[in-house]
């Protein structure tokens, strides 16, 4: 791109489709900028360079997992600060996520949703992305209310105040922080 017109809202434009279809494609994207000189960081100066993608694909054991929750009776729900585009499409895979049967949150909607509004929904909710630390403990909560024993996992510290909060938390083994263990 031509740094001169990367101002302008069709460029704007065929970025943002671009950063869509490959988190579509459940891919982490990054966005390349670049400055010049010595001034004073400022991102609307930045100079964009590109985007590239990342594929984290799920373990192969996660799939089986999700089946044999689902055959037990367990809801299994995607709670992820990813874009709501790439968690969508990796709960897809995975077998958590049915558009035509689930909803998704992002951590925007679920800012404007008290902890009762959230428990009115939540049982229909198989995706969260773009959540913060207050946002798990929120959904916790929620699911409780409506009388469900709850577990968690996590491996970061912004997962321990929800793992402390469930019924059962799970901190992940080997890359787990010690707040979250």
Not at 41 to 67: H, S, T, Y
Not at 165 to 174: L, N
Request: hydrophobic content about 40%.
């Amino acid at each position: 791109y031509d740094p001169l017109k990367i101002k302008s809202y069709e460029i704007i434009d065929e970025i943002q489709k671009a950063n869509e279809e490959m988190a579509g494609q459940g891919l982490r994207v990054l966005s390349f900028a670049y400055r010049t000189g010595t001034q004073k960081i400022d991102e609307r100066e930045l100079i964009f360079v590109g985007l590239a993608g990342m594929m984290d694909p799920p373990r192969p054991e996660v799939i089986q997992a999700v089946k044999q929750c689902k055959k037990a009776g367990i809801a299994v729900v995607m709670i992820t600060g990813d874009h709501l585009l790439t968690a969508k499409a990796v709960a897809r895979e995975i077998g958590i996520f049915d558009e035509s049967r689930h909803r998704t949150l992002t951590g925007v909607e679920l800012e404007k949703m008290s902890v009762k509004e959230l428990a009115a929904v939540v049982k229909d909710v198989r995706v969260y992305a773009r959540v913060s630390p207050e946002h798990k403990v929120k959904i916790v909560k929620a699911w409780k209310s409506q009388g469900k024993i709850v577990a968690m996992t996590g491996d970061g510290v912004n997962d321990a105040p929800a793992l402390k909060k469930a019924d059962i938390g799970i901190a992940m083994g080997i890359t787990g922080t010690d707040v979250s263990k």
